[in-house]
């Protein structure tokens, strides 16, 4: 308090030197209009929204406090779309969450996930002799360096009994596809996403360092993901994989067979669908296509469109570390995304990330019962033929063909 009674901001300057090095400068560009806190979804569940404007100024000045709104923020990235001065909203928050770390002010809990990451392998605390468990009966081999292609299957599809199904989608359209793929089975490592969305950078740092010498090492030039996020982490973060992988999530890859003619898709599926943007796959990466192009290619099935899709897409709330912390009943997004698909009339809600799958289809069990919500990989999966069954098919036609070619001159003569 100043001697008149006024507040008075004590500004410490080698703090605002330690935020201003953290967050690299990335909210110095933000000239206080608020937009990012209209458009930000805990508005639309909370009295009390994220006031990210706050968040910003705060970083401007020095200051790292608002710690309990830091860990809200699911870096969906729906503020930075429409964000005037284009501020890098992940560039300031999870180094922010940084800083949380060092001052041991992270949420309790969350350290658990961090020491499971590190003995384990992965964020769920499940045993590495069982990380290629998901691929049983499926006769899937491990990888080596004339493949077409690595499936990098993930933590949560290769532990997730829900995830596992999709996991299982994309090797089986792989092989009926006819391409040649490995895993790394249990020796596959976490992509650093949860390390990353924590705001464990320097732990992040080591995870990609081993990471990129373990793919090189094995000679990996295309990587397919199963979820958006390892897809951002292994495209984005992961600057010494630029020059020798290609990576890939698995709906861009699987357009790419469909569009060489490797995928056919000849099965109905009689089904009303819409999309639901992976916020890792849509704002993060710009890929809104490959996934509808694949759904239109389905026989029978119909499309529609949300009213917020695309780069307006509502977030499903698991991203961003939220996957690892509780969000209270009445307050989770994907309750609202559930009521936004149903009001399309579909029957199907459709995405293309584990945790959407999960935070959509615990949203649609609860009072929005009776939408089905799929992964696009399942319905792929549904109205794939494989190429030996088209080759089988096209032989018998032939012969049958012939046959009836003969016995028509037979029958003329
Ligand atoms: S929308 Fe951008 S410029 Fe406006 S307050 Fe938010 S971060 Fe700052
Ligand atoms: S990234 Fe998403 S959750 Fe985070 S502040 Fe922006 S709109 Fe809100």
Redesign the pocket.
């Known amino acids: 308090m100043s001697a008149n009674g006024t507040s008075v901001l004590d500004l410490d300057l080698d703090l605002w030197e330690r935020v201003a090095q953290a967050t690299h400068g990335a909210a110095a560009?933000?000239?206080?209009?608020?937009?990012?806190?209209a458009t930000c979804p805990w508005g639309l569940v909370r009295d009390e929204p994220l006031n990210?404007?706050k968040v910003?100024h705060r970083a401007q000045l020095g200051l790292d406090g608002q710690r309990d709104e830091l860990w809200l923020c699911t870096t969906c990235l729906a503020?930075q779309a429409?964000?005037?001065?284009g501020?890098q909203v992940s560039e300031v928050i999870l180094p922010l969450r940084q800083l949380a770390w060092q001052d041991r002010a992270a949420p309790a809990g969350l350290s658990t996930v961090l020491w499971d990451l590190h003995w384990d392998g992965n964020p769920w605390g499940q045993p590495p002799s069982r990380r290629s468990d998901w691929a049983k009966g499926l006769n899937v081999k491990r990888f080596e360096s004339t493949d077409e292609a690595l499936y990098y299957v993930g933590c949560t599809g290769s532990y997730d009994p829900r995830i596992r199904k999709v996991a299982r989608a994309v090797a089986e359209t792989l092989q009926m596809a006819g391409v040649g793929f490995g895993t790394l089975g249990d020796d596959e490592p976490c992509c650093g996403d949860p390390a990353r969305s924590l705001g464990q950078l320097d732990y992040l740092e080591l995870l990609v360092e081993s990471n990129t010498k373990r793919f090189k090492e094995a000679g990996v030039a295309r990587l397919v993901t199963t979820s958006p996020h390892c897809f951002d982490m292994f495209r984005n973060q992961h600057p010494g994989l630029r020059e020798t992988t290609e990576v890939l999530h698995y709906t861009q890859y699987l357009l790419q067979l469909l569009q060489a003619g490797r995928l056919r898709l000849e099965r109905p599926v009689p089904l009303r669908a819409t999309f639901h943007d992976p916020c890792y796959l849509g704002r993060h990466n710009a890929e809104y296509e490959a996934p509808r192009q694949l759904l239109a290619a389905i026989p029978g099935l119909e499309l529609v469109e949300m009213e917020e899709s695309r780069e307006l897409g509502l977030c499903c709330g698991g991203g961003g570390g939220r996957m690892f912390m509780e969000t209270k009943a009445g307050e989770r997004f994907a309750d609202l995304r559930v009521d936004q698909a149903a009001q399309t009339g579909a029957e199907v809600l459709v995405t293309a990330c584990p945790h959407c799958i999960t935070c959509l289809e615990d949203a649609a069990r609860g009072v929005r019962g009776g939408m089905k919500v799929l992964d696009v990989a399942e319905l792929i999966r549904m109205a794939a033929v494989a190429q030996s069954q088209v080759e089988a098919s096209s032989t018998q036609h032939s012969a049958l063909s012939t046959q009836h070619s003969k016995t028509a001159a037979g029958s003329a003569s």
């Not at 560009?29 to 806190?37: D, I, L, M, R």
């Not at 429409?82 to 001065?85: A, D, S, V």
């Open positions: 560009a933000c000239f206080q209009c608020g937009v990012c806190t990210l404007r910003m503020c429409l964000c005037p001065r501020v």
